[in-house]
Nanobody
Framework: QVQLVESGGGLVQAGGSLRLSCAAS????????MGWFRQAPGKEREFVVG????????PYADSVKGRFTVSRDNAKNTVYLQMNSLKPEDTAVYYC????????????????????WGQGTQVTVSS
């Protein structure tokens, strides 16, 4: 069983930055494809970015491309999401997710493909 714990959310003005972290338990973090998703009130959970096991493939949603950067440190069992130039429409609860024992180049934009989820961290961007 993998446990994921997000941190780093908060309130920021438009144009500001936040860095989210997702710490994973367990010895096989490097075997997991990871993803970040977000969910705004009244909306479905949407894909933000994925990152394959090695970290060298990182597909982004068009809405965040050029503003957000994902990375992972397999030695620290942690994945990061650097969010710059934040907009009010980025306001949501952000979740990290893990796909267990995934292929080396595996990633998915569908939340249904992920096995483990964190509790989420709130990001609020004021205008």
């Amino acid at each position: 069983q993998v446990q994921l714990v997000e941190s780093g959310g908060g309130l920021v003005q438009a144009g500001g930055s936040l860095r989210l972290s997702c710490a994973a338990s367990g010895p096989t973090f490097s075997n997991y494809a990871m993803g970040w998703f977000r969910q705004a009130p009244g909306k479905e959970r949407e894909f933000v970015v994925g990152i394959v096991r090695s970290g060298n493939i990182t597909p982004y949603a068009d809405s965040v491309k050029g503003r957000f950067t994902v990375s992972r440190d397999n030695a620290k069992n942690t994945v990061y999401l650097q969010m710059n130039s934040l907009k009010p429409e980025d306001t949501a609860v952000y979740y990290c997710a893990a796909k267990g024992d995934s292929g080396y180049y595996y990633y998915s934009t569908s939340p249904h493909e992920y096995d483990y989820w964190g509790q989420g961290t709130q990001v609020t961007v004021s205008s």
